[in-house]
């Protein structure tokens, strides 16, 4: 029988070297243009309105972020080379403050600004509602462009310093975005947002709703802290507020979580337990009846406003959803199957399935 002929696979010829000269040639020119559209990002005017802009860099913002805004709002052309300049030639973080961009300086030179603290014109002290007194001064010491003259002094002297006619500090400044000099002082800092609070106590003050349980206030800038703990949620301040004053009203204890953290201090580590709750403190208003003796945190307008008008609905009781704000109910029996729903939520979140 004739053997079947087997065909001859041709070998592969290697790559000729005018080929390999081809390709070579061709990655130094996309090389080429790759650096070359760099360089002309970098070098482009910044979009200055006028002849010069002040543009506010907030705490823990980062070149990434302020990169993909420039980007999305069509100041600059590929943000990747921005970034691949700034991960390799600015060894250094996006500093907050307040920077004059004047008309004429380049998206690089902006760019290296940003990297010194120094460079800026004013600075910007931003405090967060629910912010706790000691984390507003824990901020103030780390900031490079204020004068520290205050900060690092004991509660009790810091009180003297100031001349604030109250003993405990927490609660008397307002949280807002303000804008101070370089070398500002820390006192003249606080002693403002202190009369911000007490203009938006006052203002609230005078115009509060009727019978309301407070003696002064003071009481009702202790309410205001515990209701900004609570929800996070605008639409939710007046219920929240609602439903802590009829308890105080009807001799009920306010049974609220964020009072009891407060009192704990620097023992709470994330997660409260059956124990922490009945452990009785200054704070916490599940083994004491009315108010904790002074604010948890620095409430914001909207909370002091809400302290002063709570909502005339029957609720008493509120428990979190587990997608977002709270569900209220004016008896037991209802506030039993909101809070079996809240668990509900969270077996099937911690399942994986849809609530």
């Known amino acids: 029988m004739a053997q079947p002929v087997k065909k001859k696979t041709a070998k592969k010829k290697p790559e000729s070297t005018f080929q390999t ?65 700034q991960k390799f030639m600015i060894h250094d973080t996006l500093k907050a403050g307040v920077y004059e961009i004047k008309r004429g ?69 307002a949280p ?40 002064d206030k003071y009481q009702a800038l202790i309410m205001a802290s515990i209701i900004e703990k609570e929800t996070s949620l605008d639409d939710e301040l007046n219920q929240v507020a609602g439903v802590f004053i009829r308890r105080l009203q009807t001799g009920m204890r306010l049974q609220t979580d964020p009072t009891v953290i407060y009192g704990m201090g620097d023992k709470y580590q994330g997660k409260l337990t059956k124990d922490d709750l009945r452990t009785p403190t200054a704070y916490n208003t599940y083994t004491m009846a009315g108010l904790p003796p002074t604010p948890i945190a620095l409430p914001g307008k909207k909370a002091i406003e809400a302290a002063m008008h709570p909502d005339q609905s029957d609720n008493v009781y509120f428990v979190a959803t587990g997608n977002g704000g709270h569900k209220f109910s004016a008896t037991l029996d209802e506030h039993n199957r909101a809070v079996q729903q809240y668990l509900a939520v969270l077996r099937e979140k911690k399942s994986g399935a849809t609530p």
Not at 36 to 44: A, D, E, F, P, Q
Not at 179 to 204: C, P, R, T, V, W
């Open 176 to 215: 807002n975005t303000y804008f101070y000099n370089k070398g500002e002082s820390d006192k003249k800092i606080l002693l403002d947002l202190y009369h911000h609070q007490m203009e938006n106590l006052d203002a609230a003050w005078a115009k509060r709703a009727p019978n309301l349980p407070y003696k």
């Open 105 to 173: 300086m380049s998206v690089r030179q902006v760019l290296d600004m940003m990297s010194n603290a120094e460079n800026a014109q004013m600075n910007r002290i931003l405090v967060i509602e629910g912010t706790t007194f000691k984390q507003l001064v824990a901020r103030l010491r780390q900031d490079p462009l204020v004068d520290k003259t205050v900060v690092n002094l004991p509660e009790s002297e810091m009180v003297q310093a100031l001349g604030i006619p109250y003993n405990h500090l927490e609660g008397l400044f």
């Open 21 to 85: 000269w081809k390709w070579g040639i061709g990655f130094v020119v996309c090389l080429v243009i790759a650096i070359w559209i760099g360089s002309v990002s970098l070098w482009k005017q910044y979009p200055v309105q006028g002849d010069k802009q002040f543009v506010s860099i907030n705490t823990g913002e980062t070149y990434t972020h302020f990169i993909d805004n420039l980007a999305k709002e069509k100041k600059v052309k590929f943000p990747i080379l921005l970034k691949i300049y």
